[in-house]
């Protein structure tokens, strides 16, 4: 399985706390792009889809959200539910994304721009690309 959770070096005293996330130091590739996703449904799912190069950390900066990660022959569940923990995502996974908390707030960093023909947003497809890697 091409993920990982990253723990997050916590800057802070009593004025809060700080994260420093850096292209090729804590994060492990050039950040090209940066995005979030808010104003989540608790009953909706989001994601479905993979990349075939992309590589990406998410982060919920608030709230909570379960993801549901496939290489192809195995699934596995992760909770991200803290903003110091960074979820790593690797290039041809499957992700869904759900069970949201209200308000759940995430960030995600990308190794690319964004390019639809990046995506590979049809299970199937995506099963038949890994068979053909």
């Known amino acids: 399985m091409n993920y990982k959770l990253i723990n997050m070096k916590v800057f802070g005293d009593e004025r809060g706390k700080l994260i420093s996330l850096e292209g090729n130091k804590n994060i492990p590739f050039d950040i090209k792009r ?4 808010y104003d989540t449904i608790p009953d909706f799912e989001r994601g479905k889809h993979a990349h075939k190069n992309l590589e990406q950390i998410i982060v919920a900066m608030d709230g909570s959200c379960q993801f549901v990660l496939d290489d192809g022959e195995k699934r596995e569940e992760v909770w991200l539910n803290r903003p110091d923990i960074g979820l790593y ?45």
């Not at 940066?34 to 996703?37: G, Q």
Request: proline share 0%; glycine share 6%; with cysteine.
């Open 34 to 37: 940066v995005y979030y996703i």
């Open 89 to 133: 995502i690797g290039k041809n996974m499957w992700r869904e994304m759900r069970h949201f908390s209200y308000g759940c707030k995430l960030m995600v960093l990308a190794s690319e721009h964004y390019n639809e023909k990046e995506y590979i947003r049809d299970y199937q497809k995506f099963l038949g690309s890994i068979k053909n890697d």
